[in-house]
């Protein structure tokens, strides 16, 4: 059984910072593309960065320079640190696990707030 688990999600101030935590399980970690995702209150989900099994790493252009996602293949684990982070970055947050003829999988999100 397929398991992506999101952790670190929380209110923060605006300029503030965040570690997000996806632990997977049930897949072969190190071949899958890990990706985050975010969704709004009453907007479609939205791609926010994405780290191939081979280590290539693309962001949306409006979290560039503030947010870096990395993986830990042993730990089975993929991370997002947001730094400056602004009220527009509020959203729930998902992470997916993706690879070619295998399908993907979602996690259950995480919530992230940024207000005063």
């Known amino acids: 059984q397929v398991q992506l688990v999101e952790s670190g999600g929380g209110l923060v101030q605006p300029g503030g910072s965040l570690r997000l935590s996806c632990a997977a399980s049930g897949i072969s970690f190190s071949a899958y593309a890990m990706g985050w995702y975010r969704q709004a209150p009453g907007k479609q989900r939205d791609w926010v960065a994405t780290?191939?099994?081979?280590?290539?790493?693309d962001y949306v252009d409006s979290v560039k320079g503030r947010f870096t996602i990395s993986r830990d293949n042993p730990k089975n684990t993929v991370y997002l640190q947001m730094n400056s982070l602004k009220p527009e970055d509020t959203a729930v947050y998902y992470c997916?696990?993706?690879?070619?003829?295998?399908?993907?999988?979602w996690g259950q999100g995480t919530q992230v707030t940024v207000s005063s």
């Open positions: 997916r696990a993706n690879r070619l003829g295998y399908g993907f999988y």
């Open positions: 780290i191939t099994s081979a280590g290539s790493i």
